[in-house]
């Protein structure tokens, strides 16, 4: 059972930065397919960013801006938001796929999931 735990949430304002941090226990991040969603009030949660083995991917809308990366020896992935903006308010959730097979966009794509950590952009 892989347990998952983000953090770094918080209020920023337009054109800020954060960092936020998920970390694993349960399981080996380096072995998995992990990716940040989000979810707006009243939104679906959508994808934001992904790692896997081949690379790392990003939603169109935060390109340029948002980087994810991971240290295995931390068990930890990261996910660096810079130029903020309002619109980037969401709760934001850390999910890790650990079955095999192909597909990272999707929330059905993923096993695991963390509670969620808040990030609110002032304009």
């Known amino acids: 059972q892989v347990q998952l735990v983000e953090s770094g949430g918080g209020l920023v304002q337009a054109g800020g930065s954060l960092r936020l941090s998920c970390a694993a226990s349960?399981?080996?991040?380096?072995?998995?397919?992990m990716g940040w969603f989000r979810q707006a009030p009243g939104k679906e949660r959508g994808f934001v960013a992904a790692?896997?083995?081949?690379?790392?991917y990003l939603a169109d809308s935060v390109k340029g801006r948002f980087i994810i990366s991971r240290d295995n020896a931390k068990n930890t992935v990261y996910l660096q938001m810079n130029s903020l903006k309002p619109e980037d308010t969401a709760v934001y959730y850390c999910?890790?796929?650990?079955?095999?097979?192909?597909?990272?966009?999707?929330?059905?794509?993923?096993?695991?999931w963390g509670q969620g950590t808040q990030v609110t952009v002032s304009s």
């Open positions: 790692i896997t083995w081949s690379g790392t």
């Open positions: 349960g399981g080996t991040i380096s072995s998995y397919t």
């Open positions: 999910a890790a796929r650990t079955r095999a097979g192909w597909g990272h966009y999707r929330t059905d794509d993923y096993d695991y």
